[in-house]
């Protein structure tokens, strides 16, 4: 059974910096595009970044130059490093896993048809 485990989360004033972790158990994530993924109450979700199996990142524009995506095989856990940090950041963050396009990230942005889903983490941002 495979289980995708967020922590990291917490509050922060803007300008900040916190590091989200994913720890993965049940499969190992190297052959799985990765993502991180965003909703705030009354809002849609929305795809942050991703990693293909062979490191390839993609951002949302909102955020590239402020987050940088990662991730370890060997530990199987992915991270996401979020920098400058501003109150519209503020959200439930998810990691979130998928095999299909052979673990390339082709059309991530929208998560749904990703397989795997953490429970959540909570990151607020004041102003």
């Known amino acids: 059974q495979v289980q995708l485990v967020e922590s990291g989360g917490g509050s922060v004033q803007a300008g900040g910096s916190l590091r989200l972790s994913c720890a993965a158990s049940?499969?190992?994530?190297?052959?799985?595009?990765m993502g991180w993924f965003r909703q705030s109450p009354g809002k849609e979700r929305e795809g942050v970044a991703a990693?293909?199996?062979?490191?390839?990142?993609s951002y949302d524009d909102s955020v590239r130059g402020r987050f940088t995506i990662s991730k370890d095989n060997a530990k199987n856990t992915l991270y996401l490093q979020m920098n400058r940090l501003k109150a519209e950041d503020t959200a439930m963050y998810y990691c979130?896993?998928?095999?299909?396009?052979?673990?390339?990230?082709?059309?991530?942005?929208?998560?749904?048809?990703?397989?795997?889903w953490g429970q959540g983490t909570q990151v607020t941002v004041s102003s």
């Open positions: 979130a896993a998928r095999r299909t396009y052979g673990g390339r990230c082709a059309f991530w942005r929208s998560g749904d048809d990703f397989t795997y």
């Open positions: 049940g499969t190992t994530l190297s052959s799985y595009c």
């Open positions: 990693i293909d199996k062979d490191g390839s990142v």
